[in-house]
């Protein structure tokens, strides 16, 4: 009960210390959408996840409020990772050391902050986790039907989350997986791949459930590739039809940032497909033209990830625009009024998290050292201590992060949140002892 109680406690100072300095949440362009579908003023549909947006409506048939989502999302962040800290640490020092370095590391705190289906993804993610040790702990198989359910929605957030879903999926399968013959264990192999795949379909599942308009997300990450290319290699190839009227390559250039692809778009001379409805035949030209791109102009297109890659895992300069790295920002949309009150840019912590922005804090790579570092001294240890727990953050981390140098289309920190989550809790559960129990995690 003591131990229960502690961990409410560090719940409930972790929500008030982010209620208190950011509520109702920060909100971008991407928020006011999800809030816009919600409220049925825009349709649905799988470009934002709808699963989001049909939480959102539920939640305002109680409390009609944008700030109702921003209380989920923290509510649901706090109390699993506080969960899933003192499930995985035994002594109450360890407990309170770990919890304040992940709650209180800046830019996990700050992102968290606002209202992005990132963040819904993260709390997600580690209520999943938090599920998993008790599953493993021997509890009741509701833990692992919890976990199930937890994996599935983070997928649904996110297309990419099937990267940090799987090795997680993997740990909680473990059990049936090693056994001590090689049928048992082939037999929990094609168990966790069924799941996997599962997991890997809901969303696309879940939208035509829901009858969510098909948009085709990846799109917009292979015309920003083509741009990218055809300016590299001086030759135009985005295919003609996807042009809203005529564009050179001079115009592409003008317009083009290796950071994010919105600049590429803005201008409107190209046909995207959030926006404009896409045949099949677009789609064809659009993906034969991509993967055309891939095999034949190869060095333009590795020169173009790697330019990317560079802001996406090295960190933000002065002038990189600030809303890459968070956006404590809450805008009224032409669709939608917010009718919130402005933040006050000039706040102490707001303006030493800007001081931060610039550093290596910012910086994915560091995250995923510490991810490899976390893993490398787990194994090491593997004779005198599971291992299993650490290999699987770390997995997590490293599949959530990795994938982003040739799958993402913006260099926005907050596609690696879950990967700062995880690397900070891995660390330090391969440095300290754990909790005590059979089996352990």
């Known amino acids: 009960m003591k131990d229960r109680m502690q961990m409410l406690l560090a719940a409930a100072l972790g929500i008030a210390l982010m209620w208190w300095l950011a509520w109702p949440g920060y909100f971008t362009f991407d928020s006011a959408t999800q809030l816009a579908q919600a409220r049925s003023i825009i349709p649905l549909d799988d470009a934002n996840p709808p699963i989001m947006a049909l939480a959102w409506r539920g939640l305002e048939h109680l409390w009609t409020y944008p700030g109702v989502m921003f209380a989920v999302i923290t509510l649901g962040y706090w109390f699993a990772l506080a969960a899933l800290v003192w499930r995985l640490f035994e002594r109450t020092p360890w407990r309170w050391l770990v919890f304040a370095l992940i709650a209180l590391w800046p830019p996990a705190f700050v992102t968290m902050c606002h209202v992005w289906k990132d963040c819904a993804m993260a709390a997600a993610l580690l209520a999943a986790c938090a599920c998993i040790v008790n599953w493993r702990r021997?509890?009741?198989?509701?833990?692992?039907?919890g976990a199930l359910m937890w994996l599935a929605v983070a997928s649904c957030l996110r297309y990419n989350a099937i990267f940090a879903a799987a090795p997680l999926t993997l740990w909680l399968c473990w059990s049936r997986i090693a056994q001590s013959t090689w049928r048992a264990r082939m037999a929990g192999c094609m168990f966790a791949a069924?799941?996997?795949?599962?997991?890997?379909?809901?969303?696309?599942?879940?939208?035509?459930?829901?009858?969510?308009?098909p948009r085709h997300a990846w799109t917009t990450v292979a015309l920003w590739d083509l741009a990218g290319v055809s300016i590299r290699d001086h030759t135009m190839l985005i295919p003609a039809r996807l042009f809203n009227r005529p564009t050179t390559v001079a115009d592409l250039a003008r317009d083009f940032s290796p950071l994010t692809n919105v600049n590429t778009f803005l201008p409107g001379n190209i046909k995207l497909s959030y926006y404009q409805d896409y045949s099949k035949d677009d789609l064809d030209a659009l993906w034969s033209a991509w993967t055309g791109a891939i095999v034949h102009h190869t060095p333009a297109w590795l020169a173009h990830r790697i330019a990317f890659s560079r802001w996406q895992f090295f960190g933000y300069e002065q002038d990189t625009p600030h809303g890459l790295a968070f956006s404590p920002n809450r805008y009224d949309q032409n669709f939608i009024k917010l009718s919130l009150p402005d933040v006050d840019q000039h706040a102490p912590w707001l303006r030493a998290m800007e001081w931060l922005r610039t550093t290596p804090l910012f910086a994915g790579i560091w995250y995923i050292?510490?991810?490899?570092?976390?893993?490398?001294?787990?194994?090491r240890r593997r004779s005198v201590r599971n291992p299993l727990p650490v290999l699987a953050l770390t997995a997590s981390a490293l599949g959530n992060a990795l994938p982003l140098a040739i799958i993402s289309g913006s260099c926005d920190f907050r596609y690696l949140i879950w990967t700062v989550l995880?690397?900070?809790?891995?660390?330090p559960l391969a440095l300290l002892p754990a909790q005590t129990g059979t089996p352990r995690a």
């Open 138 to 145: 021997g509890r009741a198989r509701a833990w692992f039907v």
């Open 194 to 213: 069924v799941l996997s795949a599962a997991l890997l379909v809901a969303p696309s599942l879940f939208a035509r459930s829901v009858g969510a308009t």
């Open 369 to 379: 050292v510490i991810a490899i570092i976390a893993a490398t001294i787990a194994w």
């Open 422 to 427: 995880a690397a900070l809790m891995a660390l």
